[in-house]
């Protein structure tokens, strides 16, 4: 049997593929996505045996196109295999029953690519869409094609079963397919003349501003209600359905409610279903709504921009630009016109000049009268050897050969010491002379002197060095200055810590450990007058004479205790003015009777001594709580300073002789006073800590400066008879002078003592003053203050005094200066008192 085409002349028109849209309405068969096409066979005839070789090769290669396609539509409807309908239908319909659709229309299109105008005026008369009748139309036309091809074998009605079962499953999709089409496409006529879908163009802009939030849901604009019989709520991107979210029981409901999680707002999202939560930023945004205020990131209380002027301008402001006719040339600017041109007239400037540029050096490397090129400024030679004398020489005459004397001299000598390396020697001829023994280490010096020769010059700085140390007078020009001792003063049993010496520089008051109070004659050296004060041996730490000539009045001090003592040994008119100077705070004080208890409120208290102390010599008796060390009086005679480093906020204590009336100055104590001492001339106090020295100002009550010594323990100041200078000495050895009208730190230190600096003074009269220390030293300086502020003072070291003897590390523990003479007075810890006289 013969193979033959079905086609024909002409064949019909090609069923059109229709893709179709699933939505959420739409909740038909699967099979809306699977392509309907009509059954093309290919039949062997064999009655026609004349057809040609490649008519047969077509129909073969159409015959395994249509297999080909078989086996793809197989895999397609594998995805479909869940819905029950669809397998029903199609089950078995791809078994070899339908062939290739596109293997036709390819073979249509080659048939009438000749006809192609024909084609398209016939595809434009026909209909843009095919209803349900055409189809069926179709389906009977291709029916009774076959029919009449296929041979009555058993394959045939097998065939017309499966054709009958797809044409029904296409019905069936077309139905549902066919109202959504047309409005997602448009059909028109196709190159193969059978219809082309044609799909609206598509509007790519959201509908929503909020472009970056990923959709949960695919409905599009269909609201949720049309969902509310439906378990899902739409499909995703991949077609399936979106389940409802569960709802939650009673108790589930009630358990939120008692347990709010974060964000929870009690609705429901409409698009979801689910439960709306909301973060803080939107909160925050919700809050502020309700509050009324500024929702967005806006600052309300920003600066404001005045964008018009408030200022009212008398001339209306324009853009237009300057008339020319508005232009004053300016005379200023034409005379400096007129002047260029006059220089360019007389050649004084030369506009556009070339630029002159500087020759460049060039050598000629290979000239042979090369000149010397001069060397830099900077430049230094090699070292030079130096050139060989005659003792160098191998037959040196007789003169320079060495004696024995001077050969044993010369090896004895240090080789650093030998003015020469070598001794001269005498050979007889040129060949007798031996290797030189030096000469490997001459080249090693040699190569090490132009090694580490200077490459840099420099000036040296020709400068005297006694230029640079100060310029100060000769001591022999500075006199008068004690420089020996001329009086001892022994009696004393133990150490002597106290020296004091009167207003008219003629008795000498002294105390120690032994607990007595002893007067010497200046001069002669023998003790006057004796009292014994301290209790249990306590040690007398200051004794001090009033300063007014005529009171006679001597303090003491000894553990807690202060004495004011009148001694036996001035006049009567000076006793009797001492003894009513004291007699005189009685009457002030509110308890003379000689009661030692003091009680918390007082700060200290007068009475009057014991008869033992009364016939010493004693009048009156001051009780402290702590042990007073230093005593301090005021220039007029009537104040005096106790300061007892112990005493707390009462360390410093201001005593009044005429009323009997003790004061405290501070509340606080501000570190452990060591000294106290009143302005020569002026209402301050000076008070001394271990670090500073702070000066008050009574009348005013405050703290005018305080001085930095940068010591570690200050032991002692003193105040400069003019007021401006302090003086300090530390335990640390230091002695440092401080200028007030300069800076609070030391304008010199003086460190000339070994050990700690025990006691510092000025002398009143005579520019003066002495250190003493531990080490067993006096060092008197001279120091001038002059008045003219542009000088600084001018300190010159005299005079080291030695005498006392250190004993158990404690050497010359005060001094004092003479009144009127440059005497200086000091005692130590052997027992002693010394005069040093110039």
Known sequence: MAKRKLAGAKKPAAKPQTSVQITGNQQGSKLENVPARAPRLLIEDEDEDNEDGDEEGYIDDEAEEAEDDELEYESDLDEYDDEDDVSEKFEGLLDGAISDSESEDEASDDA???????DDADANEEALHFGEDDENEEHEDEAEVIKNSVSDDDEEDEYLSKYSAA????????????????????????????PRPIYHEIDPHYSSDDSDLEDMNTIGNVPLSAYDEYPHIGYDINGKRIMRPATGS?????????????????????????????????????????????AGDVNPYENTIEWFSSKTEIMALSAAPEPKRRFVPSRHEAKRIMKIVKAIREGRIVPNKP???????????????????QPHVMHIPAPKLAKPTNDESYNPPEEYLPSEEEINAWNETDAMDRERDYLPRKYSSLRTVPRYEDFVRERFERSLDLYLAPRVRKNKLNIDPDSLLPKLPSPQDLRPFPIKCSVTY???????????????????????DDG???????????????????????????????????????AVSAGEKIFLCLPPIFDDETEVAGQELLAAGWGYAAQPAPVEHINKEQQCKWIKPSTKLASQGVDVVIVCRKTVKQIAWHRRGDYFTGVSPEGANMAVLVHQVSKHNTQSPFRKSKGIIQRAQFHPFKPML???????????????????????????????????PQGDNVITGSYDKRVTWHDLDLSTKPYRTLRYHTRAV????????????????????????????????LRNPLLVPLKVLKGHTVVQSLGVLKVAWHPKEAWLFSVGADGTAKLWTS
């Open 167 to 194: 044409s029904e499953a296409e019905s069936l999709s077309s139905i549902s397919s066919d109202q959504d089409d047309s409005r997602i496409a448009y059909y028109t006529a196709g190159a193969d003349g059978g």
């Open 516 to 554: 007595t109070v002893r007067i010497w004659e200046v001069l002669t050296g023998r003790e006057i007058w004796k009292a014994t004060v301290g209790d249990d041996d306590e040690a007398v730490q200051s004794v001090e004479w009033n300063p007014v000539k005529d009171s006679g009045i001597l």
């Open 250 to 294: 009673a108790l589930d409901s009630l358990l939120d409610s008692i347990e709010v999680p974060e964000g929870w707002t009690g609705l429901i999202d409409k698009e979801s279903g689910a439960d709306l939560k909301l973060t803080k930023d939107e909160l925050e945004l919700v809050k502020k709504i309700q509050l009324g205020e500024n």
């Open 490 to 512: 022994r009696g004393h049993k133990g150490r002597v810590r106290a020296v004091s010496i009167d207003s008219s520089g003629l008795w000498l008051a002294t105390g120690g």
């Open 758 to 789: 025990r006691d510092v003074r000025f002398h009143t009269r005579l520019p003066l003053f002495c250190s003493a220390s531990d080490d067993g030293y006096i060092n008197v300086f001279h120091g001038t203050v002059y008045d003219d502020l």
């Open 686 to 720: 000076y008070v001394a800590t271990q670090r500073y020295v702070r000066i008050y100002d009574l009348s005013t009550q405050s703290l005018t400066k305080a001085l930095q010594p940068g010591a570690r323990w200050l032991s002692s100041f003193d105040i400069h």
């Open 355 to 373: 630029k002159v540029r500087p020759e460049q050096m060039v050598y000629d490397l290979w000239a042979d009268d090369l000149q010397e090129q």
């Open 112 to 118: 009438s690519e000749g006809d192609g105008e024909e």
